[in-house]
Antibody, heavy 126, light 117 residues
């Protein structure tokens, strides 16, 4: 069964750093692009960052560029999100998700994510 | 990149059909057939319902269908059921060119709460 588990969230003070992890199982991790999406309490979804299967391409939302770094270790089936200089507006549940694969057609889905983790909560407060 | 615009709430009676709109611009929804839709129950993770405007992943009910016209995408839920009561989000690829590092992005919709009367 395909499974994603996030960890590393917690209560931190403004200006501090955190590293979130996303552990994958049940699929060939290195073959899949991955993404981070966050959701502030009571708000909608916000795309944060994307990394290609081999890790050679990384992209960020403008709101986090320069403070967040996405990476992955395919030998450990794990993706990371390093978050620096945390701000109150970074308070959110952070989800990791994998690029979708359509088992009926045998093709990867273009720009859609079919499996999500349960999320890890980051709270930034003095 | 501004969020795509969705109605805050849509309601319907069991058995009816409802449609949720997702209004974007010519640089996201209007430019690419890369709109996806997600269902989210309170306290749960999002679930993919539709990808590439109108394709359904395996396991998703045929009651869910997607379409697009110009800069607006739509999700239709037919034969509304109590279990469809949830939040729904659209999402679109939103960059000037595929995999251009400076402009690659996704944008989500503002979200729609579906209530079954």
């Amino acid at each position: 069964e395909v499974h994603l588990v996030e960890s590393g969230g917690g209560l931190v003070q403004p200006g501090e750093s955190l590293r979130l992890s996303c552990s994958a199982s049940g699929f060939t991790f290195s073959s899949y692009d991955m993404t981070w999406v966050r959701q502030a309490p009571g708000k909608g979804l916000e795309w944060v960052s994307f990394i290609s299967g081999r890790g050679s391409n990384t992209y960020y939302a403008e709101s986090v560029k320069g403070r967040f770094t996405i990476s992955r270790d395919n030998s450990k089936d794990t993706m990371y999100l390093q978050i620096n200089s945390l701000r109150a507006e970074d308070t959110a549940v952070y989800y990791c998700a994998k690029r979708g694969y359509d088992i009926l057609t045998g093709y990867f889905m273009a720009d859609a994510f079919d499996t999500w983790g349960q999320g890890t909560m980051v709270i930034v407060s003095p | 990149q501004s969020a795509l615009t969705q109605p805050a709430s849509v309601s319907g009676s069991p058995g009816q059909s409802i449609t949720i709109s997702c209004a974007g611009t010519s640089t996201d929804v209007g430019r690419y057939n890369l709109v996806s839709w997600y269902q989210q129950y309170p306290g749960k993770s999002p679930r993919l319902l539709i990808y590439e405007v109108n394709k359904r992943p395996s396991g998703v009910s045929h009651r869910f269908s997607g379409s697009k016209s110009g800069n607006t995408a739509s999700l239709t839920i037919s034969g509304l059921q109590a279990g469809d009561e949830a939040d729904y989000f659209c999402c679109s690829y939103a960059a000037g060119a595929t995999y251009v590092a400076s402009s690659y992005a996704y944008v989500f919709g503002t979200g729609t709460k579906v209530t079954v009367l």
